[in-house]
């Protein structure tokens, strides 16, 4: 990490002093100072907890998303694609489709979604709790809360006739607003922190072990530096829940983030074409799911 550490808002501050995770051992800078803004957990959740969740995977049905609307032009040279892997959303569904949550794009990029089951909402509380103690109050926005909750699936597809490792996120940045935090379920992962365009080694990477927690936030780690997951451990007998066809999960990531509230509308509310865009999506969701039947109803 340099001495000056900038910000996107401008100006330089003073590197920090070298810092450890509370309750997981030592970060892993690749330099010798790490900046403030990540926390690591590594036995965050309980034997019964992780088990509930567990059961709680076991009855969902995530699916599989393009990246773009098919009934729109793609941007120039962008050929449609599917995404890595299969995915759920629980307090509000951000659609590849729609473009994700980027300001000052932030209509009709959110559509609500199922709550938390108990023990997620349980958990939250809990990660939220540790976000005010962590964080300084400027890097936690007003009537901040973890309100949605992407549930990503990391391992083999089934590519014809080849089982492929496709567990993997490449280099990206989170707009939501405040800190993320995110818990991780099966084989570990190893999340790296880059700065844009560096062909370098990365600034910090963190390897993300089963039961663990994860919160990032503040200027450094989400304005400033983009994140990735480099790989994930290849255990070839673990096969988590859910039954997915043609896919085996080694790892399961719950990332929590806030969305402003208002940012959230109802399907019946989204604006065409995005109403349009997803409704193959809602519908696929509603064979499975009592909320989006609903959501399904009320838009007719």
Not at 261 to 279: G, N
Not at 286 to 297: I, N, P, Q, T, V
Request: glycine residues 8%.
């Amino acid at each position: 990490m340099p001495s000056n550490v900038v910000s996107r808002r401008g100006g330089a501050s003073r590197a920090p002093a070298p810092l450890r995770a509370k309750g997981g051992g030592p970060l892993r800078p690749l330099g010798a100072r790490v900046a403030p803004g990540h926390h690591y957990f590594r036995d965050f959740l309980t034997g019964p907890d992780r088990s509930a969740l567990l059961e709680y995977l076991s009855e969902l049905h995530p699916i599989w998303e393009n990246r773009y609307p098919e009934r729109q032009a793609r941007p120039e040279g962008r050929a449609q694609r599917r995404l890595l892997r299969p995915v759920y959303w629980l307090g509000g569904w951000q659609f590849a489709c729609l473009d994700y949550y980027r300001p000052p794009r932030v209509k009709n990029r959110v559509v609500a979604a199922e709550p938390y089951p108990p023990v997620l909402a349980r958990l939250v509380l809990e990660i939220e709790r540790r976000v005010h103690k962590l964080f300084a109050v400027s890097d936690v926005p007003r009537g901040f809360r973890l309100n949605t909750c992407l549930i990503n699936f990391y391992g083999n597809r089934l590519e014809q006739g080849r089982s492929v490792d496709v567990a993997r996120v490449g280099e990206h940045r989170d707009f939501e607003p405040g800190p993320v935090a995110s818990l991780s379920i099966g084989e570990r992962a190893l999340f790296q922190f880059v700065e844009r365009g560096a062909t370098g080694a990365p600034l910090l990477s963190q390897w993300l072990d089963d039961g663990s927690l994860q919160l990032f936030g503040g200027s450094v780690y989400k304005d400033r530096l983009l994140h990735r997951v480099q790989r994930v451990g290849r255990n070839a007998e673990l096969s988590l829940p859910p039954a997915i066809e043609g896919f085996r999960t080694r790892r399961v990531n719950f990332t929590f983030r806030f969305v402003p509230p208002e940012h959230i509308v109802a399907f019946r509310e989204l604006a065409e074409p995005a109403r349009r865009d997803v409704r193959g999506y809602v519908e696929e969701l509603g064979r499975h799911s009592r909320f989006f039947r609903a959501a399904l109803d009320a838009a007719r």
